[in-house]
């Protein structure tokens, strides 16, 4: 980086999630406005969110151009990979999650 260009004080977790159109909880919105926060406990928070909501996973797999066929063979193995971790559960008696839809 050139020494005449300042750095903008915002890191690039916030600036993802700006890019993609996240909702950003309050106490960073209200930091970003000037008012007093704590950013330490803010910072965890819309990274949680952010995952919670797979933005990053979409953000890694759009880096890339993806063939059709790759995509698809993907998806097939990420929903075998559901179907056994759902049935694994059901027969461990787990929550209400069970094999069978109702």
Known sequence: MRPDRKRSG?????????????VVPEAV?????????????ALPVLKRNIQREGIFQELKNRM???????????????????????LHMSKQGCGSRSGIRS
Do not use: H, M, N, W
Not at 10 to 22: I, S, T, Y
């Open 29 to 41: 919105a209200s930091a970003a406005e000037g008012k007093i926060v704590d950013i330490k406990k």
């Open 10 to 22: 915002r890191g690039p977790d916030l600036a993802v999630a700006e890019a993609v159109g996240v």
């Open 64 to 86: 890339f151009y993806e063939k059709p066929s790759i995509k698809k063979k993907r998806k097939r193995i990420e929903a075998q990979k559901r179907r056994q971790k759902t």
